[in-house]
């Protein structure tokens, strides 16, 4: 059995003060628990504050994104080395609010998960449909082409695999626990097929996850951890999400 790993992402969410207030309540609820993998991916600007307050506790730190150079002129980037020295042991690659807004494809996910990985880096990449490909019955050959795309000449070593249906990212709706296991089970032979050792590659679910829906979500065979946006915001639901979590 793969271990549960329940991730935070904050997105353009928290100041220095926010963060800092979050932190301090939410240590104290999920001391001791080492049932579960816990990550905060808060705004880069919150880092170096998250990795001193984090330093002596279970909850590992991660970015929300990085740049696939290694340092140079490119205004307005971090570097993998920069979230190493910040502190971080994770980035989170190719949100789709990356994709949608910010034009990152699955090529240019592919060289930051290669820069991240080589860097020591670990990697959570998020693939996941629109609605208009679900309704047209595109869901799996699309999800293989990110894998594919995304993970080309990647070994799965330290890398994890986020499924966010767009449709269901703060939208209030979630997949049912059914069709989102459907799908990790695509993701899953996906990966068994095209890379070794893939077994205990964990595939987080993404979209809508709140203390209410973790316990059935959590309770399908193939749903191995969550990425949470709007629910891990407030300490206690955070919190509650990862209890939940802990089969
Ligand atoms: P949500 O976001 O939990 O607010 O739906 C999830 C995500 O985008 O990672």
């Keep these: 059995?793969?271990?549960?790993?329940?991730?935070?992402?904050?997105?353009?969410?928290?100041?220095?003060?926010?963060?800092?207030?979050?932190?301090s309540s939410f240590i104290p609820l999920v001391e001791g628990i080492t049932d579960a993998d816990i990550l905060l991916a808060p705004?880069?600007?919150?880092?170096?504050?998250?990795?001193?307050?984090?330093?002596?506790?279970?909850?590992k730190l991660g970015a929300q994104n990085m740049f696939y150079e290694e340092s140079g002129a490119y205004t307005g980037e971090i570097s993998a080395d920069m979230l190493l020295f910040a502190g971080c042991s994770t980035v989170i690659i190719g949100h789709s609010e990356r994709r949608q807004y910010f034009g990152e494809t699955n090529e240019t996910v592919n060289k930051k998960i290669k820069m991240a990985?080589?860097?020591?880096?670990?990697?959570?990449?998020?693939?996941?449909?629109?609605?208009?490909?679900?309704?047209?019955?595109?869901?799996?050959?699309?999800?293989?082409?990110?894998?594919?795309g995304s993970l080309k000449d990647i070994t799965m070593d330290g890398v994890t695999v986020a499924?966010?249906?767009?449709?269901?990212?703060?939208?209030g709706k979630t997949a049912t626990p059914q069709i989102a296991n459907e799908t990790h089970i695509h993701i899953r032979?996906?990966?068994?097929?095209?890379?070794?050792?893939?077994?205990?590659?964990r595939i987080q679910y993404g979209g809508s996850v709140k203390p209410e829906n973790?316990?059935?979500?959590?309770?399908e065979s193939e749903i191995d951890?969550?990425?949470?946006?709007?629910?891990?915001?407030?300490?206690?639901?955070?919190a509650n999400i990862v209890k939940?979590?802990?089969?």
């Design 225 to 238: 951890g969550a990425l949470v946006g709007g629910a891990s915001l407030k300490p206690d639901s955070f």
């Design 117 to 148: 990985r080589s860097r020591g880096l670990e990697v959570i990449l998020c693939i996941g449909e629109s609605l208009e490909d679900r309704e047209s019955g595109k869901t799996f050959d699309l999800l293989s082409a990110q894998l594919a």
């Design 163 to 171: 499924y966010e249906p767009i449709w269901a990212i703060g939208t």
């Design 1 to 23: 059995m793969r271990k549960p790993y329940i991730a935070a992402n904050w997105k353009m969410m928290k100041n220095l003060a926010e963060t800092e207030e979050f932190i």
């Design 214 to 219: 973790i316990g059935e979500l959590i309770s």
């Design 189 to 201: 032979e996906w990966l068994s097929k095209n890379k070794e050792n893939s077994d205990g590659v």
């Design 43 to 59: 705004p880069f600007t919150s880092l170096s504050l998250s990795a001193q307050m984090l330093l002596p506790t279970n909850v």
């Design 244 to 247: 939940g979590a802990i089969k």
